[in-house]
């Protein structure tokens, strides 16, 4: 199922008018990224970009996980929020930790 969201997005780059239907796409893809930081070698979100994302919101958010992620192993939600800080975006922790609650842990969700 996980899998699937992500599929879902890769679709919604080349067809550009259903980027709006996939807002619980990408929630779960970006709660899963923040609960499950290994993912990010999952070869479906190696080919996703932050244009993928419809929302700018979930864009950025996707954009820090890359960054954190491609110099670190783990993160966290302090991590996250002193990226945004670092470079000059605001970050609210609700959003955070509604993105993360919309989505079980990957590993959790039936194939």
Not at 31 to 44: A, H, R, T, V, Y
Not at 71 to 97: A, M, R, S, W
């Amino acid at each position: 199922m996980w899998n699937q969201y992500t599929k879902d997005l890769h679709t919604s780059r080349s067809n550009p008018h259903m980027n709006h239907k996939n807002k619980d796409a990408e929630l779960c893809v970006l709660g899963g990224l923040i609960k499950e930081p290994s993912l990010l070698e999952n070869e479906d979100v190696i080919l996703l970009r932050k244009e993928d994302f419809y929302y700018k919101d979930h864009a950025i958010l996707f954009d820090a996980i890359k960054k954190l992620g491609a110099n670190q192993p783990t993160y966290n939600y302090i991590e996250i929020k002193e990226f945004y800080k670092k470079h000059g975006l605001v970050c609210d922790g609700f959003f955070l930790t509604g993105v993360s609650e919309h989505c079980p842990a990957p590993s959790q969700v039936p194939k």
